[in-house]
């Protein structure tokens, strides 16, 4: 029941996040809704991507998020007003009912998560945190190095962009 | 007691649309970006749904990589929006049209 909880408290804050007018007031809940995938995460027995969800998203993507709030100023605004023609009405009805036609599908044949595999051979290692890092390091060696140079990459094209002059 | 995976994929399926929602309708460049943090959160709950369900790790690793590029995507968009605001003193994105888009 602990999933229920925590993902209708992430539903909220998510809603609050695309809701509030003041973008700090979105960060924080932001922040509630990354803690509450990571419990969720908890719960699927993922716990190394539970630790990496509060290090990298609550820790270092909020902070830069807040960092660019303090610099630029804060301009209220809120949502876009609603067009409400009647091309876009239709348009609206017919994605409403797309989604329900997807959600129909995810409740007919349900199954419960952790009795179509073995979960026990995700913890053959000695935990997920030690399956995890022999899985990155053996078979994904190479997508794990093309990652961190994806990250120099990022980097360094963040630090051109947000340069005095260019 | 485990968890139908439909309930997590129908979580993930609203997450995702409330980020869609934020990136659709706001007009702050910041939070857009936020927008598009809870899609990828969603994604990654797929991810790590599934790779419970099948007993597989890599969907796992997947997740990994997905976060990898949550932050350099962050770090990228967060640098030109205050390129932006240094250049034309806004980051409301209906003002921003100089590719005529």
């Known amino acids: 029941m602990m999933f229920y909880l925590l993902a209708s408290v992430c539903l909220g804050s998510a809603m609050m996040v695309v809701t509030r007018k003041n973008p700090v007031h979105a960060a924080l809940f932001l922040v509630l809704a990354f803690f509450c995938v990571a419990g969720i995460y908890v719960i699927l027995s993922a716990e190394f991507l539970a630790a990496v969800q509060i290090l990298v998203y609550a820790g270092g993507i909020l902070v830069l998020f807040l960092f660019v709030i303090m610099l630029v100023p804060l301009e209220p605004e809120g949502m876009r007003k609603p067009v409400r023609t009647a091309r876009n009405v239709a348009w609206s009805l017919l994605s409403a009912l797309l989604v329900a036609g997807v959600l129909m599908t995810f409740f007919r044949g349900a199954q419960p998560v952790g009795q179509g595999g073995s979960v026990d051979t995700l913890v053959a290692y000695g935990g997920n945190i030690e399956a995890v890092g022999m899985e990155l390091y053996r078979r994904y060696l190479l997508p794990f190095e093309i990652a961190s140079i994806l990250l120099l990459v990022a980097m360094i094209g963040a630090v051109v962009l947000a340069r005095r002059q260019v | ?101």
């Open chain 2, 1 to 101: 007691m485990p968890i139908p995976v439909n309930h997590l994929l129908s979580f993930s399926l609203v997450l995702f649309i409330i980020g869609m929602i934020g990136v659709l309708t706001r007009r702050n460049a910041i939070i857009v970006l936020m927008g598009i943090e809870l899609m990828l959160n969603a994604a990654n709950v797929n991810f790590v749904a599934f790779s419970r369900m099948h007993g597989d790790l890599a969907g796992q690793i997947f997740a990994v990589f997905n976060i990898v590029i949550a932050a350099g995507e962050v770090a990228v968009g967060l640098a030109i929006i205050i390129a932006l605001y240094r250049n034309k003193d806004t980051i409301n994105v209906d003002e921003i049209s100089i590719m005529k888009g």
